[in-house]
Each structure stands twice: as C-alpha cells, then as structure tokens.
C-alpha cells in the first residue's frame, strides 16, 4: 500500500501565503491523479484542486486564482500554493492520490490531513 505524508501546514495572518506538501512513498507503480480537499468541522470534505499525471488541473471554482496545485511525478509529490489567504480558508486540508502498483486495481489513498488556520 501508498501512504501519502503531508506537510506545511499552520498559522498564517490573513492576506498571507501557505505551501502544502504532500509526498507519497510505499509500493507504487504510477500515481494517477492528485489531489487536496479540505474538511471545516461538521462538513462533508470537499475538493480544492486536482492534478492529472500530464498537469491538467481542475478547481474549486471559488478558489480559482488563489490556490495553485502543481505536481512533481519524480518526487512523487504534490503542492498546493495558497495565497490571499482568508478567514474562511481555515479547514483541515487532505491530500488524495490515486495508485497504480502494476497488479492490483488502482485505488484511492488519503493523507491524514493537515491544519491550516488563517487569523489575526
């Protein structure tokens, strides 16, 4: 099994800028799609952005203009730029990938998530 480590999470002012970093290691043949969702308590995780393995992207379109996903398949790694940050950004936000291990079924695996806080 992939497991997906993410990383770059924290507190940051409104206005200010976070990167997140989600590296994944384990048994992988391909990484299909990428991804980051986020989760505000008491909902349903949502999607903020996703990557294809050729660097298609797809956003939320709330967040166009202020998040940027990017991937790099020798790392095994994907970012999210978040910029303009804002109060209401704050959420756990999860990495997801799809892996390939050249046997089995492709699957879906999670990060366990990281915090991002935006306050004064």
């Known amino acids: 099994q992939a497991q997906l480590v993410e990383s770059g999470g924290g507190l940051v002012q409104p206005g200010g800028s976070l990167r997140l970093s989600c590296a994944a290691s384990?048994?992988?043949?391909?990484?299909?799609?990428m991804g980051w969702y986020r989760q505000f308590p008491g909902k349903q995780r949502e999607l903020v952005a996703a990557?294809?393995?050729?660097?298609?992207?797809n956003y939320a379109d709330s967040l166009k203009g202020r998040f940027t996903i990017s991937r790099d398949n020798a790392k095994r790694t994907v970012y999210l730029q978040m910029n303009s940050l804002k109060p209401e950004d704050t959420a756990v936000y999860y990495c997801?990938?799809?892996?390939?291990?050249?046997?089995?079924?492709?699957?879906?695996?999670w990060g366990q998530g990281t915090q991002v806080t935006v306050s004064s």
């Open positions: 997801n990938a799809n892996f390939f291990d050249g046997v089995r079924p492709a699957y879906d695996a």
């Open positions: 384990g048994n992988i043949f391909r990484i299909n799609n």
């Open positions: 990557i294809t393995r050729g660097g298609i992207t």
